[in-house]
């Protein structure tokens, strides 16, 4: 999945690789969703043909109506007779496109099939402010309902993207010309935080019309919790602490996603202001380093693929290293670690992984065994949850206070165990490693106040209440190192 058309890849618990939107869902419901919340049609088509090859259709001509729609129905249902009461599906894309056809008139048959009550459809839409006039306009939303009944879906409830409350004359109109009770246009303003959206949403009455809808009055929304995260946001103090990313993605935030909004959090624990800007790993050098990293008070380097940027990288985190900085490493950006410790402190020049340099006499960083034989790419590497064992008495079981994780990982490369003994000699220690010892998950410098970097993700676990704790060591040193 390429960042520049995905943004970040978000990996869930069981391996799946999915776009970032599941990420956003599970740090809003912080719950742990499965490779079965995923749904593209590349899936869909791949297992109707498998289906057609089989001979599941006995010879019968493959049709978008009824194959593929089942195909797209039995996803939603395979929810039914579990510990789940209620099943959210999104429909991506504008109504209307010609990839989202087939989605839409899936949910249609699902609606017919059930009772009025077990099935609701929430339709959102846009309100264009013209600031010019100092009005909203309903057009659009007027022919995106219009639309959405042509194909035989009539909403229940409106969510309408909007920048300014919506009038209540305005509402009454959207409400008659779209077939809608008022109480079920519901405003979906900008607001200052992202996190605040589903109490903006609920003083909408959003989740009320939802129960209403669906039979379940008996239901009150329960929000204290959040209540008291959104309180605590607006607590932060206006202490400002700056992180830099150094990666290689840089026009793309997105690709990092995860990552900021776990720095966010850790923020909102440290009851700080983060500020986090993108460092171009590419123009970062010897000559310059300083120049351009000396204005932040901790440095990240996450994830990636790829030799570009590379040598900037390493050059980022030995001005962290050498200089006291604060530092996360997140998994290339841990290999990178392992990588510029071995040139310059164990004087390997020619260290490198063999992502990069397959013929280096120093691989401190090789592919992993069971990767060797591998020549498909897609979904082949070590994806999702696994567990990491750590070591007593180390910054990592201070942050974590256990001495068993679990963490998911995206990677075909690793630390290489030959090193081991002169890397921690020479101080940078092993401080989690697999159950059995073979796989190195994080690393730490003994001489160094907040010098860490795991071969996992910590970012995919990270919750707005519950912060990945390497990126709350982070931010406490950050605001020690700013003073």
């Known amino acids: 999945m390429s960042p520049y058309e995905h943004g970040e890849v978000f990996v869930t618990e069981d391996g799946a690789e999915t776009d970032l939107d599941l990420g956003h869902y599970e740090r809003f419901t912080d719950e742990n969703l499965t490779k079965n919340s995923s749904i593209t049609m590349g899936k869909i088509y791949q297992e109707v043909i498998e289906r057609e090859r089989r001979g599941d259709y006995l010879g019968k001509t493959v049709q978008v109506i009824p194959h593929i729609t089942n195909a797209i129905k039995e996803k939603i249902y395979s929810f039914e007779n579990k510990d789940i009461d209620i099943v959210i599906t999104e429909i991506g894309g504008t109504v209307g496109d010609i990839e989202g056809l087939s989605i839409i008139e899936a949910i249609r048959q699902v609606g017919l099939e059930n009772p009025s009550e077990d099935v609701i459809y929430i339709h959102v839409t846009l309100l264009p402010y013209i600031s010019g006039s100092n009005e909203l306009k309903s057009k659009p939303t007027q022919h995106s309902v219009k639309e959405?009944?042509?194909?035989?879906?009539?909403?229940?409830?409106?969510?309408c993207r909007t920048e300014i409350d919506i009038?209540?004359?305005?509402?009454?109109?959207?409400?008659?010309?779209?077939?809608?009770?008022?109480?079920?246009?519901?405003?979906?303003?900008?607001?200052?935080?992202?996190?605040?959206?589903?109490?903006?949403?609920?003083?909408?009455?959003?989740?009320?019309?939802?129960?209403?809808?669906?039979?379940?009055?008996?239901?009150?929304?329960?929000?204290?919790?959040?209540?008291?995260?959104?309180?605590?946001?607006?607590?932060?103090?206006?202490?400002?602490?700056k992180i830099a990313i150094v990666g290689k993605y840089i026009k793309l935030e997105d690709s990092y996603l995860s990552v900021i909004e776990s720095l966010k959090h850790a923020g909102i624990e440290n009851g700080v202001t983060v500020k986090t800007e993108l460092v171009d790993a590419e123009k970062l050098t010897s000559e310059n380093v300083k120049e351009k990293l000396e204005i932040y008070d901790?440095?990240?380097?996450?994830?990636?693929?790829?030799?570009?940027?590379?040598?900037?990288?390493?050059?980022a985190i030995k001005y962290a290293r050498e200089n006291k900085i604060p530092f996360l490493g997140i998994c290339l950006g841990m290999q990178m670690a392992v990588v510029e410790f071995a040139r310059d402190v164990l004087e390997l020049p020619d260290a490198n992984s063999e992502e990069f340099d397959e013929i280096t006499e120093n691989p401190v960083i090789h592919i992993m065994y069971d990767q060797k034989d591998v020549t498909k790419k897609g979904g082949t590497m070590r994806l999702g949850a696994y567990p990491c064992v750590i070591k007593k008495g180390s910054l990592a079981e201070k942050l974590y206070k256990v001495n068993e994780i679990s963490e998911r990982h995206r990677h075909r490369f690793e630390y290489n165990n030959e090193y081991k003994d002169k890397m921690e000699k020479n101080g940078l220690i092993v401080s989690g490693t697999s159950p059995d010892g073979?796989?190195?998950?994080?690393?730490?410098?003994?001489?160094?106040?907040?010098?860490?970097?795991?071969?996992?993700?910590?970012?995919?676990?990270?919750?707005?209440?519950?912060?990945?704790?390497?990126?709350?060591?982070?931010?406490?040193?950050?605001?020690?190192h700013k003073k």
Not at 148 to 159: A, E, N, R, T, Y
Not at 449 to 473: M, N, V
Request: contains cysteine; proline residues 7%; positive net charge.
């Open 298 to 315: 901790g440095i990240v380097v996450p994830g990636g693929f790829g030799n570009r940027g590379i040598e900037g990288k390493i050059q």
């Open 167 to 241: 009038p209540d004359n305005l509402r009454e109109k959207i409400a008659l010309f779209c077939n809608v009770r008022k109480e079920s246009v519901i405003a979906n303003k900008t607001a200052n935080c992202l996190y605040e959206i589903p109490l903006m949403l609920e003083k909408e009455g959003l989740a009320t019309q939802v129960c209403k809808h669906l039979k379940l009055e008996k239901c009150k929304p329960n929000n204290i919790e959040w209540e008291k995260l959104i309180e605590k946001v607006r607590n932060v103090s206006n202490k400002i602490v």
């Open 438 to 480: 073979n796989l190195v998950e994080i690393v730490e410098l003994k001489t160094h106040p907040y010098f860490i970097a795991c071969q996992f993700h910590p970012e995919f676990k990270s919750r707005p209440d519950k912060p990945a704790p390497l990126f709350i060591g982070l931010i406490k040193h950050a605001k020690e």
């Open 148 to 159: 959405l009944q042509s194909f035989g879906i009539k909403p229940d409830i409106l969510v």
